[in-house]
């Protein structure tokens, strides 16, 4: 079956370990853990760089590449970010840039790579307009207004640009988000559920086991079917696999079609 990541991409690249958004939801973190890459949680929050992996010659990919993956674009990683998109770049890759955006390093890459524009394609990932949503589950990721800067930012500058609602923290609000956003959008809006709670949230007070029962609850199928009712007939909205599997929209087949 064809999930997460390898919806969108055929390749997965990284180039740190850590960052300081320090997402409750975060898998990258679970996962970084269980091959002990940090030793625990609150090693998350810093920033390393996998030098190997900066001064890695880049092949042309068989389809679009995800970069990052398991972190994200800080000022911390941004000069071994660029230097992993350059050889991408130059290799012939189209690159599937997804992130919480800072807008001082969506400026820094639209600068540098305005010329290969065509090979980029920016996912910003927007889950909520709600600052007190966005400060609980993303304590440190930039604000909804710096994530919705950066998207006009990416647009006006001529890059293909689209949207991750994933995972969609705010069910209640996610149309009048998509009303706001879709007029800088060119590409796609990906709406997609909060995956494997158990697994990815550690319950360690009554305002997180609060929020987990909201989203539990906003998760409910009838209200994933409901909300696919309401924007089903938008042209640039597509569905990830944790709702395809509640409404009955068939499972991509093949890893990287981004559709
Ligand atoms: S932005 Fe991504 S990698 Fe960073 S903490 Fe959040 S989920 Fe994890």
Not at 28 to 55: C, F, H, M, N, P
Not at 186 to 208: D, Y
Request: with cysteine; proline share 3%; aromatic share 8%.
């Amino acid at each position: 079956m064809i999930s997460g990541t390898r919806e969108w991409a055929v390749a997965e690249i990284n180039c740190s370990v850590g960052c300081p958004h320090a997402c409750r939801y975060c898998y990258a973190r679970v996962a970084a853990l269980k091959k002990g890459l940090i030793d625990s949680v609150s090693d998350w929050s810093q920033t390393r760089t996998l030098d190997a992996e900066v001064e890695a010659s880049r092949p042309l990919y068989g389809g679009q590449v995800m970069f990052p993956t398991a972190h994200d674009i800080v000022e911390d990683n941004l000069e071994e970010v660029l230097q992993v998109m350059s050889r991408l770049l130059e290799a012939g890759n189209k690159i599937l840039i997804v992130s919480k955006p800072s807008s001082f390093c969506i400026e820094q890459i639209c600068d540098r790579f305005s010329r290969q524009r065509s090979q980029i394609l920016f996912r910003f990932t927007i889950t909520s307009r709600n600052s007190d949503i966005l400060r609980f589950w993303e304590p440190g990721a930039p604000t909804y207004q710096e994530r919705f800067e950066s998207l006009r930012l990416a647009f006006d500058r001529g890059f293909q640009t689209s949207v991750s609602i994933e995972p969609m923290l705010d069910l209640e609000d996610v149309q009048g988000m998509i009303e706001e956003i879709e007029s800088y959008v060119s590409h796609s809006i990906w709406i997609g559920k909060l995956n494997r709670i158990e697994e990815r949230v550690q319950i360690v007070s009554s305002e997180a086991a609060a929020e987990v029962e909201r989203i539990r609850h906003e998760q409910k199928d009838q209200n994933i079917i409901d909300l696919y009712e309401a924007l089903q007939e938008r042209p640039l909205v597509r569905w990830k696999e944790s709702i395809k599997l509640v409404v009955g929209l068939p499972l991509a087949t093949e890893s990287g079609l981004d559709i």
